[in-house]
């Protein structure tokens, strides 16, 4: 019975994500669309820091670029294939920076590269204002006609991030899911292999990126106006808090740490003046007592994995290393040279 | 009498369908920054707008003015979202905008396709020029608005060689540009310098200056830390000889409550003189300071006449909002007095009114203010070319700012 208890979790949510949004007012439905397309940037991130264990600080910035070529787009009049084209061009272009500058790196260091360059795609929205509005923004970008209507747009949202799960599930458990596992637990081990461990890098980045792509493109939909805001690094923050709220490495997860911060962060907040509080103290529990995230908590649970821990480990959970996770922990995992590190992770 | 009565029942059936409180009240969502970066704003927003209902009371005629509060963080999604709540949920009949410049476009273009009037403090020079929309209303200047007289004085005065020292970004640059645009038709030479928002160090600005002798030096500052950090660096290189002007937000109360006596005798150009001599600045800055303990920025300021617009359009419209309509309304009225002093609409729904030369100066009772010095009169967004002509023109940029 226990055992059911995450799928029992996933269905509840599915049914509330299909079935709320066909019978609530137009204000519901947005904030439904909102946390979706949310959820989507995270769970671009979450590819990356859950398959290949590489955290991206950075990743609004790949959103905002394709939402800025599909915004100029639509404001050039042009037809929907080319403004298509167009933003999966700049996504595609966009990525590969990420990944050519990252590809040679990991743990910290990746972080702090991608960080880095979503800030460079901020600086350039905003200074660029001849193409970009600058920091008003541009306005008045219409989505297309057969996606008007909020509730039709939301299915949209929906059905595409569906699609997006089951590829990430696809992927995962191909051979180059493996590859990129292989890569996340032991890059050392899978240069000495025979693989090409940056290639496998920039692959993922770029596949990384055309989720984080069409989530930008979505955004601007939905909100008909875009501005340097998307590519702020504050997003790129909330998309990693929701990954670690959700668990990282649980796609679904994300949803549900979505669902959560949206929550706060647009509904909660006409409620709670203090709500930026109220979130970050949510952030501070759950990496304390829940560090493998709401899902990797309830999959836990059902697996019969809870125990009520000492007051001890969770006070260690504050600190650098945990012990006896099977997902990759909190922290960005790191390569040392470590024989003992090395060995704790091959028996995961 | 009868005929007036059914008139006005008949007008108030046709209300908006969405206003659940009834149709003797008028519900305004006012959202605006109370939490996030530009908190301190946001709240004086909502202080300032209050203060006005609390002196006047929420009823105009037959009608009773309610506030819903949303708080949209500086973040346009978020201030979307809420503008989606009021307008869906609160079913609310005006919005008083966000103040941050996309936030207000963002939720300006969205309530004017529901058809609901919004009014806006912000200064983003398009909203009321190439954004403009039948629905919008800006209850102020624009950021280049106030800046244009400081142009044309500055030649007045003997000037001709001026550096500008401005932010890099929208506000700066239009800012800068109402300057610039004045001060070089009327002959004058320009030097800009840029610097990014939110400069720990202005050393390196105001060395420039230093180097490049101007005549005089104008500053375009959002107010707040960055104009304490770039007023201390003034002083400490010796440049208090050279003289300096500020724009509307340089020498704000911020500013002041921290420089203090230091900043006696800094010049700017400004649309809310808080030191004005006038019974509605008086009444406004003395009923302010009782509630919160200190003298009311801009933003208060701009908030109270935003309530005092709607209360009067409201007494002219009989109670009425729709749509267009209301802005049309607001839009005809004129002012002999207020707290920025006397002044009309423009075609283009924004202020037209004075601009003043303030100098800072200790007040009786402790602090310092700004007290006009001289007045420029009927200032307007497009300075002194018609609609047409100024909007040909380039939106100021970093590359643009007017320069002949």
């Known amino acids: 019975m226990r055992r059911y208890l995450w799928w029992a979790v996933v269905a509840f949510a599915t049914t509330l994500l299909v079935v709320v949004p066909a019978v609530s007012p137009r204000y519901v439905v947005s904030l439904f669309t909102l946390t979706v397309i949310t959820a989507l940037l995270a769970i671009s991130v979450n590819m990356l820091a859950g398959e290949v264990g590489l955290l991206s600080m950075g990743h609004a910035g790949i959103a905002g670029a394709a939402g800025y070529a599909i915004a100029w787009g639509a404001r050039q009049h042009l037809d929907l294939a080319p403004q298509l084209g167009l933003a999966l061009a700049v996504t595609l272009l966009v990525s590969a920076v990420y990944g050519v500058t990252a590809m040679r790196t990991d743990g910290i260091v990746f972080l702090m590269i991608t960080l880095a360059l979503g800030i460079v795609v901020f600086g350039l929205a905003l200074k660029w204002s001849r193409v970009t509005g600058g920091q008003s923004g541009l306005t008045g970008i219409r989505r297309p006609a057969a996606f008007a209507d909020p509730q039709v747009f939301y299915y949209l949202c929906l059905i595409l991030t569906a699609v997006v799960l089951l590829g990430l599930t696809v992927l995962r458990r191909s051979p180059f899911g493996l590859v990129l596992r292989g890569v996340r637990d032991s890059e050392r081990r899978m240069t000495s292999l025979g693989y090409s461990t940056p290639a496998t890098k920039f692959v993922a980045m770029m596949i990384s990126g055309l989720v984080a792509g069409l989530a930008g493109v979505l955004g601007v939909w939905n909100a008909q106006f875009i501005s340097p805001a998307v590519a702020a690094f504050d997003k790129s923050a909330m998309a990693v808090i929701i990954v670690i709220l959700g668990g990282i490495g649980f796609p679904f997860g994300t949803i549900l740490g979505a669902g959560l911060v949206v929550g706060i962060q647009h509904w909660l907040s006409s409620y709670v003046e203090r709500w930026p509080t109220l979130l970050g103290l949510l952030f501070v529990a759950t990496v304390i007592f829940m560090p493998r995230g709401i899902a990797g908590a309830i999959q836990g649970a059902a697996a019969g994995r809870v125990a009520v821990a000492p007051w001890s480990t969770w006070l260690s959970r504050i600190g650098i290393r945990r012990s006896g996770t099977t997902a990759p922990e909190v922290e960005i995992p790191h390569q040392t040279s470590s024989p003992e590190v090395a060995t704790r992770k091959g028996t995961e | 009498m009868v005929a007036g009565t059914a008139a006005l029942l008949v007008a108030l059936a046709g209300c908006q369908a969405g206003d659940e409180s009834g149709s003797d009240t008028v519900t305004v969502g006012f959202i605006s920054p109370v939490t996030g970066f530009v908190a301190a704003l946001g709240t004086d927003m909502r202080r300032g707008w ?355």
């Not at chain 2, 230091?262 to 009923?287: I, L, N, Q």
């Not at chain 2, 509630?291 to 908030?303: K, L, V």
């Open chain 2, 50 to 404: 209050d203060l006005y209902w609390e002196l006047n009371g929420n009823t105009v005629g037959d009608v009773t003015v309610r506030t819903v509060y949303e708080d949209d963080a500086g973040d346009p999604e978020i201030a979307l979202t809420k503008a989606r709540r009021l307008v869906e949920q609160e079913g609310v009949d005006i919005v008083a905008g966000p103040v941050l410049a996309n936030t207000a476009y963002a939720v300006g273009s969205y309530v004017a396709s529901q058809g609901i009037p919004s009014l806006h403090i912000t200064g983003a020079d398009d909203l009321t020029q190439r954004q403009l929309d039948p629905h919008i209303l800006r209850v102020g200047y624009t950021s280049s608005q106030s800046n244009f007289a400081a142009g044309q004085w500055a030649y007045d005065e003997g000037y001709r060689r001026a550096v500008t020292l401005c932010p890099d970004y929208a506000f700066g640059w239009e800012s800068c540009g109402g300057f610039v645009t004045a001060f070089t038709a009327a002959g004058g030479t320009v030097e800009q310098l840029w610097h990014p928002l939110g400069t720990q160090d202005f050393s390196t600005y105001v060395s420039q200056v230093k180097e490049l002798a101007p005549d005089v030096v104008f500053v375009g500052s959002a107010g707040g830390p960055d104009a304490i950090l770039l007023y201390d660096a003034w002083q400490d290189f010796g440049l208090t000889e050279t003289p300096l002007i500020g724009n509307c937000c340089f020498a704000d109360q911020v500013f002041l409550r921290e420089v203090g006596s230091r900043a006696s005798g800094v010049r700017s150009f400004m649309y809310w003189a808080e030191g004005r001599d006038s019974p509605e600045v008086r009444k406004f800055v003395t009923e302010y300071e009782k509630r919160h303990n200190e003298i009311p920025s801009m933003y208060a300021a701009g908030s109270y006449l935003m309530a005092q617009v709607v209360a009067a359009t409201l007494e002219k419209t009989g109670g009425v909002v729709d749509g267009t309509a209301f802005v049309d309304a607001a839009a005809d009225l004129s002012f002999s007095d207020s707290v920025y002093g006397p002044f009309t609409f423009d075609d283009h729904n924004n202020i037209v009114g004075p601009v003043y030369l303030t100098e800072v100066v200790e007040r009786d009772g402790g602090g310092y203010w700004n007290v006009p010095v001289k007045t420029f009169e009927k200032q307007s967004q497009f300075w002194t070319m018609s609609a047409d002509e100024y909007l040909r023109q380039p939106v100021f940029s970093r590359d643009y700012t007017g320069q002949r």
